[in-house]
T-cell receptor, first 114, second 108 residues
Framework: DSGVTQTPKHLITATGQRVTLRCSPRSGDLSVYWYQQSLDQGLQFLIQYYNGEERAKGNILERFSAQQFPDLHSELNLSSLELGDSALYFC?????????????FGPGTRLTVL | QQQVKQSPQSLIVQKGGIPIINCAYENTAFDYFPWYQQFPGKGPALLIAIRPDVSEKKEGRFTISFNKSAKQFSLHIMDSQPGDSATYFCAAWGKSTFGDGTTLTVKP
């Protein structure tokens, strides 16, 4: 158990809908990362937050957004969902967000868009 | 544009064998190279990592070899065991960039 929690574990929704994925980092970790893992594309970095502020952006679509709250939990919002958004979404956390800090991954949320 | 290329996509070895997984990167700004291990239904977990000022790092049965001039690095698993069967991802930090993963099967 990494100490990172993600809810929900599974999510099934329809195209065009909007969902929110939630992540609670390990106690003491200030940085949160979001990743998308699909069968044909491996792990894709979406976005990183550090202490409430956006730190780095990866391949995140404009339909997706995220934020980190004062209690350091984070939410990833996915809107206008398409079939291709079906994937595992992982959250990871690290102490400071500096390169070299180990990232601890949560168990993931499996999103299925029908 | 894929910045970290990982091979092979899958690998089957016998118990005791030494599987080798290779990665090549393009961006010379990358300065930290971790390997992650992922079991089915779980999130990735850090296995071992190396910085480019070191050519080799060993932790237990896992060794990273790093060739800065060739922009390549590899993971060797010594005396592999069936419990090592998992998907392995190389990564390059500067920006969190992962390879596509290698599914390793170690046969008893």
């Amino acid at each position: 158990d990494s100490g990172v929690t993600q809810t929900p574990k599974h999510l099934i929704t329809a195209t065009g809908q909007r969902v929110t994925l939630r992540c609670s980092p390990r106690s003491g970790d200030l940085s949160v990362y979001w990743y998308q893992q699909s069968l044909d594309q491996g792990l894709q970095f979406l976005i990183q937050y550090y202490n409430g502020e956006e730190r780095a952006k990866g391949n995140i679509l404009e339909r997706f957004s995220a934020q980190q709250f004062p209690d350091l939990h984070s939410e990833l919002n996915l809107s206008s969902l398409e079939l291709g958004d079906s994937a595992l979404y992982f959250c990871a956390s690290s102490v400071s967000g500096r390169v070299g800090n180990e990232q601890f991954f949560g168990p993931g949320t499996r999103l299925t868009v029908l | 544009q894929q910045q970290v290329k990982q091979s092979p996509q899958s690998l089957i070895v016998q118990k005791g064998g030494i599987p080798i997984i290779n990665c090549a990167y393009e961006n010379t700004a990358f300065d930290y190279f971790p390997w992650y291990q992922q079991f089915p239904g779980k999130g990735p977990a850090l296995l071992i990592a190396i910085r480019p000022d070191v050519s080799e790092k060993k932790e237990g049965r896992f060794t990273i070899s790093f060739n800065k001039s060739a922009k390549q690095f590899s993971l060797h698993i010594m005396d592999s065991q069936p419990g090592d069967s998992a998907t392995y991802f190389c990564a390059a930090w500067g920006k969190s960039t992962f390879g596509d993963g290698t599914t390793l099967t170690v046969k008893p």
